[in-house]
């Protein structure tokens, strides 16, 4: 079964400092990879995903992240942080082949200090 | 525009009183989700479809039932609703075409069940 852990539940930074969110993910077969971000009182936005193709991966706002099998993890990154980019974010893994299901961590909450 | 959409976005009821959770997809999709968010556990699957007529339990079945009649939606039935479902619930849906794919959330609907 897949599972997926996100280290820190609460990560502060200062605007213009590098963003560092760590996930780290179980699963029997190649995982697809996904971050999710979620800001107050809002649904849920796709920032990227991981689909076995390169594996540093670049999505919106900025982010990137980069697929190590060898560590079983999915950083995302950003180089500098925005008072925006404050935010909850998840990283999650789909289901053996499928896109019918996500396992998600249980979140990391940003905070960006002027 | 893909659109995920749910109703109600918010609503307080009593212990006991039923009610239904709408989500309508304009995509065509195959896969529907029903996800529960709850702080410090991120989200939790509670039932999926696979097509229509066609369900099954996630992670967090008990106290809700789904159908699938049509394509387009999946409503989420709680018979009875008790305070431990106060929570917010994310509607989801996804194309079965290819792995991977990106699965689509609506906004989301607060529950607050006294």
């Known amino acids: 079964a897949q599972s997926v852990t996100q280290l820190g539940s609460h990560v502060s930074v200062s605007e213009g400092a590098l963003v560092l969110l760590r996930c780290n993910y179980s699963?029997?077969?190649?995982?697809?990879l996904f971050w999710y971000v979620q800001y107050p009182n809002q649904g849920l936005q796709l920032l990227l995903k991981?689909?076995?193709?390169?594996?540093l991966v670049k999505g919106i706002n900025g982010f990137e992240a980069e697929f190590k099998k060898s560590e079983t993890s999915f950083h995302l990154t950003k180089p500098s942080a925005h008072m925006s980019d404050a935010a909850e974010y998840f990283c999650?893994?789909?289901?053996?082949?499928?896109?019918?299901?996500?396992?998600f961590g249980k979140g990391t909450k940003l905070t960006v200090n002027p | 525009e893909a659109q995920v959409t749910q109703n109600p976005r918010y609503l307080i009821t009593v212990t006991g009183k039923k009610l239904t959770v709408t989500c309508s997809q304009n995509?065509?999709?195959?896969?529907m989700s029903w996800y529960r968010q709850d702080p410090g556990l991120g989200l939790r699957q509670i039932y999926y479809?696979?097509?229509?007529?066609?369900?099954d339990k996630g992670d967090v079945p008990e106290g809700y039932k789904v159908s699938r009649k049509e394509k387009r939606n999946f409503p989420l039935i709680l018979e009875s609703p008790s305070p431990n479902q106060t929570s917010l619930y994310f509607c989801?849906?996804?194309?079965?075409?290819?792995?991977?794919?990106?699965?689509?959330f609506g906004e989301g609907s607060w529950l607050t069940v006294v």
């Open positions: 479809s696979m097509n229509v007529e066609v369900t």
């Open positions: 699963s029997s077969v190649p995982p697809y």
């Open positions: 991981y689909t076995s193709a390169a594996t």
């Open positions: 995509m065509n999709h195959e896969y």
């Open positions: 989801a849906s996804s194309s079965s075409r290819a792995s991977g794919n990106t699965i689509y």
């Open positions: 999650a893994v789909s289901t053996q082949g499928g896109s019918e299901k996500l396992v």
